[in-house]
């Protein structure tokens, strides 16, 4: 990833130009000044909490439930009790800031071809030792450079950088649920679409209020097997199915990832079993990406997941009735691409992040008019 580094008012101002190339459509963007000393001023109280005696509160925000006494945190490490009121000490304090195709996400059902601009910042509710963005969810604030960045700010980059929509991702966003938030909100106001990459962890009532202000969000169902969570995530699966069930209700574009680890996720029992509960609490059109796993964080002693074994997911998938399944982190392959249910031919051509092709027209395929599930 690349930074330039900018002064807050140079960064108001966008004076200099801040983007990388990476390729046709992968680009990078300027952090910002890094912040100062934090004052009282700039504390932000947490949202979804409950006070309990003694000064210690209980988090209402993820699964887990923290209680945490005065002067802890939580478990995600962003979130301070400080003498009975629980605080976020990750507002305005992002440690990622990049423009990225839209496809990165992974999200494939909402303007194919688009823009988002990314924010992330240190730290998560999760400990999955897999994670390919290790560097920032495994750390705290204090471990990471970061920089100052109010939602206006961040919206008003967007603008600048021409992005249709604002995406929250990197590390879990559920950790700086108010930043995020208040970004979303701002955005929508603005015109601009809106999006996160979540673990699916979070509770329902913060759920709800978040999804408001969110067209999509694309969650990660890292296995269909709760001894999976325990011990590669320190987490369980049965709070990830039920947000999958409440972003379904919502009616909000819903996508599912699935990131294949060899000997640990990709039992074909497993996989068939999930791709069924997907059918039956989801519903067919929800696209389903199976994505290949690369060693790394503290997973290398894993090879990388064989494309054989992507295949026959993908074949399970639509045996079953999904109709929108794509592989991803294959570089060039047929199924990266996403295919007509009806007529089978394929709308939108794909090469990992880059569209090259799009006939899907006014929410449809161009071929056939079968109607695509999805923004368009």
Same mark, same amino acid.
């Given at each position: 990833?690349?930074?330039?580094?900018?002064?807050?008012?140079?960064?108001?101002?966008?004076?200099?130009?801040?983007?990388?190339?990476?390729?046709?459509?992968?680009?990078?963007?300027?952090?910002?000044?890094?912040?100062?000393?934090?004052?009282?001023?700039?504390?932000?109280?947490?949202?979804?909490?409950?006070?309990?005696?003694?000064?210690?509160?209980?988090?209402?925000?993820?699964?887990?439930?923290?209680?945490?006494?005065?002067?802890?945190?939580?478990?995600?490490?962003?979130?301070?009790?400080?003498?009975?009121?629980?605080?976020?000490?990750?507002?305005?304090?992002?440690?990622? $800031?990049?423009?990225?195709?839209?496809?990165?996400?992974?999200?494939?059902?909402?303007?194919?071809?688009?823009?988002i601009f990314?924010?992330?910042?240190?730290?998560?509710?999760?400990?999955?030792?897999?994670?390919?963005?290790?560097?920032?969810?495994?750390?705290?604030?204090?471990?990471?450079?970061?920089?100052?960045?109010?939602?206006?700010?961040?919206?008003?980059?967007?603008?600048?950088?021409?992005?249709?929509?604002?995406?929250?991702?990197?590390?879990?966003?559920?950790?700086?649920?108010?930043?995020?938030?208040?970004?979303?909100?701002?955005?929508?106001?603005?015109?601009?679409?809106?999006?996160?990459?979540?673990?699916?962890?979070?509770?329902?009532?913060?759920?709800?209020?978040?999804?408001?202000?969110?067209?999509?969000?694309?969650?990660?169902?890292?296995?269909?097997?709760?001894?999976?969570?325990?011990?590669?995530?320190?987490?369980?699966?049965?709070?990830?199915?039920?947000?999958?069930?409440?972003?379904?209700?919502?009616?909000?574009?819903?996508?599912?990832?699935?990131?294949?680890?060899?000997?640990?996720?990709?039992?074909?029992?497993?996989?068939?079993?999930?791709?069924?509960?997907?059918?039956?609490? $989801?519903?067919?059109?929800?696209?389903?990406?199976?994505?290949?796993?690369?060693?790394?964080?503290?997973?290398?002693?894993?090879?990388?997941?064989?494309?054989?074994?992507?295949?026959?997911?993908?074949?399970?998938?639509?045996?079953?009735?999904?109709?929108?399944?794509?592989?991803?982190?294959?570089?060039?392959?047929e199924y990266?691409?996403?295919?007509?249910?009806?007529?089978?031919?394929?709308?939108?051509?794909?090469?990992?992040?880059?569209?090259?092709?799009?006939?899907?027209?006014?929410?449809?395929?161009?071929?056939?008019?079968?109607?695509?599930?999805?923004i368009w």
């Amino acid at each position: 990833m690349f930074y330039q580094e900018l002064t807050r008012r140079e960064f108001g101002k966008f004076g200099t130009t801040a983007l990388l190339g990476l390729g046709a459509t992968l680009c990078s963007v300027a952090n910002l000044f890094a912040s100062g000393e934090e004052s009282a001023q700039e504390m932000h109280e947490a949202r979804f909490y409950r006070k309990l005696n003694g000064n210690r509160i209980q988090c209402q925000l993820c699964y887990r439930k923290c209680v945490v006494k005065s002067g802890h945190r939580g478990f995600c490490r962003n979130r301070e009790n400080r003498d009975g009121t629980y605080y976020t000490i990750i507002y305005g304090k992002p440690s990622a $800031l990049q423009v990225d195709p839209i496809e990165k996400e992974p999200c494939y059902h909402m303007w194919p071809g688009t823009r988002i601009f990314c924010t992330g910042t240190a730290s998560c509710n999760n400990r999955c030792h897999f994670c390919h963005n290790w560097h920032l969810s495994q750390r705290s604030l204090e471990e990471l450079t970061y920089y100052e960045a109010q939602p206006e700010d961040i919206v008003t980059g967007a603008e600048y950088f021409r992005c249709e929509s604002l995406s929250f991702t990197y590390n879990e966003p559920t950790v700086f649920y108010e930043y995020m938030f208040d970004i979303a909100k701002l955005g929508k106001e603005r015109g601009l679409g809106v999006l996160y990459h979540t673990n699916g962890l979070i509770n329902k009532a913060p759920l709800l209020a978040l999804l408001e202000h969110m067209d999509a969000v694309t969650v990660d169902l890292k296995a269909f097997n709760d001894t999976f969570y325990r011990k590669v995530c320190s987490s369980r699966l049965d709070p990830v199915l039920k947000t999958l069930i409440n972003i379904r209700n919502t009616g909000k574009l819903l996508e599912v990832v699935n990131l294949m680890i060899p000997t640990l996720n990709d039992d074909p029992n497993d996989v068939r079993q999930m791709c069924r509960w997907i059918l039956k609490h $989801l519903g067919e059109d929800t696209p389903l990406h199976f994505s290949r796993f690369y060693p790394n964080y503290k997973m290398l002693n894993l090879p990388p997941t064989p494309v054989e074994t992507l295949e026959r997911a993908y074949e399970t998938a639509t045996e079953e009735g999904l109709h929108y399944v794509t592989l991803g982190n294959v570089p060039g392959h047929e199924y990266n691409s996403t295919f007509c249910p009806k007529c089978k031919k394929k709308i939108i051509h794909r090469i990992q992040y880059h569209v090259s092709e799009n006939n899907v027209v006014d929410g449809k395929c161009k071929f056939c008019r079968y109607p695509i599930a999805g923004i368009w």
